[in-house]
């Protein structure tokens, strides 16, 4: 095939893959759970005739709290996984260097489930050995499927999860800001969220590449059944 051939095809070929990554995980997580959680109390203490002023303390300390436990396991998931990383490139260098015939044969392993023959992965094998970083770098993608994470990673992290949990904790508990009665202020919260959610759900299908609809549906069926059922709590409670 010749190489305007290959261009060709090339340009009309467009593959469309979730790009966005784990920044938009973290967002998703945040303002998931800063959507439901603070609309959940909110709608149980008005079920419960909370004055607006108690409904709004309680949701802006719930949302405080909500933000420094998510961010802080957000931190501690990436730090996790860094750590695993460093654990398991740590345990692959010892290998490398006490035994490097065996790390040599596990690389042609690796290189003939990809269609190559000795002739063809011998060279690569070769150069490998003699360039040990290649090397480590090669067993710690190929043979553990392992990306380098980045270092900033665990705070960039529990920075972004708690960011997004405070913009969708603060949707439910917009209302109360300006409405006296929390039984009024509810109804308002109740369709301020539903349609954030729907809104919030749709573009997690759009991004996550599910179907869009779906996911605004499901997103906003989650939050509703959280907060009717707090709602409910607090009204069987009270009587």
Known sequence: MDEKRQQLLLNQHKEKHFMAGEVVRDVIMGVSDGLTVPFALAAGL????APSSLVLTAGLAEVAAGAISMGLGGYLAAKSEADHYMREMKREQEEIINVPDTEAAECAEILSEYGLGPT???PVVSALRKNPQAWLDFMMKFELGLEKPDPKRALYSAMTIALSYVIGGMVPLFPYMFIKEAHKAMFTSVGVTLLALLFFGFVKGQLT???P?????QTTFIGALASAAAYAIAKAVQT
């Open 120 to 122: 063809e992965y011998g």
């Open 213 to 217: 609809l779906l996911s605004a549906i």
């Open 209 to 211: 590449g599910n179907r």
């Open 46 to 49: 008005s079920g419960a005739q």
